[in-house]
């Protein structure tokens, strides 16, 4: 470990996981981060709607911190993670990082997953499938919801980085305070493309899709796009220039693309 390090950033990537295993995992990592470094620890996911990478190494820097390592932590960490990270990590140093340095460590080797199975498989229970109640769905699964607009928000790592988490947390509460929530279905997605804009929001069935910059952004999509039916077009992201649009699909009888 980087001797001079001062504060500790793990870092996972799960893309699909919920608010309360999120919790319990970061709480878990949190642990045995402060188990084996002396200074403050820092447990991020680099995906939803919780605290991120970006704001993780601001508030190191706030804090005082004169050197912060980022450790990647997974088994293995997804590849197309690994080949963001370091721009992002570089990006923050160069723009943001003032005098506080910041090292990116190396990923643990698939290979070490070993070492964290054995405990896992002396100490844990285990139970006869048969003893547990078969079930592939609920009863609340079986038809689409009634809504009238999709708004899908990118939580992927890059969007995560540049601030999505606290605009999905202002957007369910904004949903809920202006009465749009039973009209909204809101889905959290992994990455969208349009990355080097994000944080980025679609509104369909409209196929608008929106950079979010800050919370102003926000309450403009909600009050002029969503409530009001008009358009954002300053917020608004476009296909890129000289390419064609995607095809839509025909709802003519033939059944063929138009
Ligand atoms: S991570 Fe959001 S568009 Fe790629």
């Known amino acids: ?22 919790g319990r995992l970061l709480a878990a990592l949190h642990r045995a981060g402060r188990s084996v470094f002396a200074g403050p620890v820092t447990a991020l996911r680099l ?19 004169r050197r912060v390592r980022v450790q990647p932590v997974g088994f293995p960490l997804a590849a197309n993670i ?6 992002a990590v570089a990006h923050f140093a160069a723009t943001e990082a003032g005098d506080m340095a910041v090292d ?34 609920k009863p609340g699964w079986q038809y689409p919801p009634d ?6 928000v990118c939580t992927g790592p890059r969007c995560a980085f ?14 809920a305070e202006t009465g749009l929530a039973d009209r909204c279905l809101v ?3 992994g990455c969208l493309f349009p990355c080097n804009q994000g944080p980025v929001l679609a509104v369909y069935p409209r196929g608008l899709w929106f950079r979010i910059p800050d919370e102003a952004a926000l309450d403009r999509i909600l009050s002029d796009v969503v409530a009001a039916g008009g358009h954002a077009p300053d917020l608004a992201l476009s296909g890129r220039p000289g390419r064609r649009r995607v095809r839509t699909l025909s709802a003519s009888a033939t059944g063929s693309f138009s």
């Open 1 to 22: 470990m980087t001797a001079a390090a001062d504060h500790l950033i793990l870092c996972v990537s799960q893309p699909s996981l919920s608010g309360c295993d999120e």
């Open 47 to 65: 995906e939803g709607p919780g605290l991120g990478l970006a704001a993780a190494l601001r508030q190191a820097r706030d804090g005082g911190a």
């Open 82 to 87: 690994l080949a963001w990270l370091p721009g």
């Open 104 to 137: 990116l460590a190396d990923p643990p080797e698939p290979e070490e997953a070993a070492t964290a199975l054995a405990p896992l498989l002396a100490g844990s229970r285990s139970r006869d499938a048969r003893t547990l109640r078969p079930a592939l769905g």
């Open 147 to 152: 809504f009238d607009t999709h708004i899908l």
């Open 162 to 175: 540049l601030g999505s988490g606290t605009l999905q947390a202002r957007l369910k509460a904004r949903l």
């Open 187 to 189: 889905t959290a997605t």
